[in-house]
């Protein structure tokens, strides 16, 4: 009877070890595939993403007549005043009056609330967008940027004005180029 109740109980600890290590190598390769799919799959997402960004642009830029060009990166930019001087650089100190609004008119801030916005050009802490479009300018230049989500607050917006995933419309006068 007592070997009988030992084969029992080791044949279930048997059965139990069998099934705890094959569910583990299922959840190991299941963890491989999950994580070579989203790679690929992300990647082809955010590129279809980019593409309708760049699509939206180019639609609210030939229903209003603008004539923009688009950088490598995805930025579109207009300069209607060239300014005068050098253009700006890495490392510059400037300021400028700005507005921003969403591609739908919303308006978001402006230099007029919160006064002239002063920058290190390069060092960060504004949109990349924003910070490509600048060294296009000089002094006094004024230009209007248009920045796809992933040149400006990305995925997650501003969390206040500009929410996720916006495109974003930048007037901008340049005040001051200090080196």
């Known amino acids: 009877m007592i070997r009988y109740k030992q084969f029992i109980v080791n044949t279930f600890i048997l059965i139990f070890m069998v099934i705890f290590f094959s569910c583990n190598r299922e959840k190991e390769g299941e963890n491989q595939r999950r994580k070579q799919i989203p790679k690929q799959s992300l990647e082809e997402v955010n590129k279809l993403l980019i593409e309708k960004d760049a699509e939206l642009i180019k639609s609210y830029v030939n229903r209003r007549g603008w004539k923009m060009e688009e950088s490598n990166s995805g930025l579109w930019y207009m300069i209607y005043e060239d300014g005068e001087g050098e253009h700006i650089k890495r490392g510059d100190f400037i300021s400028f009056n700005y507005r921003v ?9 402006s230099s007029e609330e919160q006064g002239p916005k ?44 500009i929410p996720a995933r916006a495109i974003i419309i930048y007037d901008i006068e340049i005040l001051t180029i200090n080196q």
């Open 101 to 109: 609004n969403l591609l739908d008119g919303t308006f978001c801030y």
């Open 118 to 161: 002063s920058i290190v050009v390069g060092k960060g802490g504004v949109e990349s967008g924003l910070e490509e479009g600048v060294l296009l300018l000089k002094s006094g230049s004024k230009a209007r940027f248009i920045l796809p989500p992933h040149l400006a607050h990305g995925l997650i917006g501003d969390e206040n004005k």
